[in-house]
């Protein structure tokens, strides 16, 4: 799906914040483990029901106040083919709910996730535009991440300028979005500059620091918090989060 449409529903909900889901199983509030053990006894199937619960709570909890929730694909496939599962049914949820999906996979070959039914899918743009090709899922391109050893490749000299900026540049060129993941502002800026007209999807960033992806009207970005997975209310910490990023970007 277009990021047009997920640039409609920013602006429906003035509020250029997506839910991320990432969880870590161990930061998940032990019962909810525990009450899966029990029922199935340990292993994938007690996990991947945790995370199932886990994801369907928070969505429950976002769907009124944000436009969309980015989901780590990552996560749920460590549990094989039972967080295969979840990870469809997530999807499935959320659409339901009226939440744009962003499936986080950092794809060679997105078509092979089309199955999944994501609307957006991350992929790896190093290598070569071949990773533009996605059918009707909207691309986003891993072109800054937030590793450790990211800059180690990212940050080489490519001619003038560092590879990610002749990166994003390529992928701009081939319409892809941009996801500048490490939140830093300079980062950011510089990503905006090289280019002005491309959307940007923000993982791992603060209100404060996105402000230069934003246009004077509070279009053209979107950031994506992953702390709110771990809320131990999130009905009251979504709207928390988007109270607090209006104090940095007013959408109209």
Request: proline share 5%.
């Amino acid at each position: 799906m277009s990021v047009t449409d997920l640039q409609q529903r920013i602006r429906q909900k003035k509020t250029p914040l997506a839910l991320g889901l990432r969880p870590e199983l161990e930061k998940l509030s032990p019962k909810i483990l525990k009450n899966f053990t029990d029922m199935f006894g340990p292993g994938s199937m007690a996990e991947a029901e945790a995370l199932r619960y886990h994801g369907t709570t928070l969505l429950d909890a976002a769907a009124e106040t944000l436009p969309a929730v980015m989901l780590h694909g990552a996560r749920y496939l460590r549990c094989g083919m039972m967080g295969a599962d979840v990870l469809a049914n997530l999807i499935s949820a959320a659409h339901a709910k009226g939440l744009y999906v962003i499936l986080g996979i950092g794809a060679e070959e997105p078509a092979l996730w089309q199955g999944y039914g994501a609307d957006a899918i991350t992929v790896d743009p190093y290598m070569g535009s071949d990773c533009c090709d996605a059918g009707e899922q909207a691309v986003f391109a891993l072109v800054r991440t937030c590793n450790k050893s990211g800059g180690e490749v990212q940050r080489l000299m490519a001619g003038d300028r560092p590879l990610y900026l002749a990166v994003a540049d390529q992928m701009a060129r081939h319409g892809a979005s941009l996801v500048v993941g490490t939140g830093y502002r300079l980062d950011i800026r510089d990503v905006r500059r090289q280019c002005p007209k491309s959307f940007l999807l923000l993982p791992e960033c603060d209100g404060e620091n996105a402000v230069p992806a934003f246009d004077e009207y509070g279009h053209g970005a979107m950031l994506v918090d992953f702390d709110l997975q771990y809320a131990e209310e999130p009905a009251q910490a979504v709207p928390a989060a988007a109270q607090l990023l209006k104090q940095w970007v007013t959408v109209v």
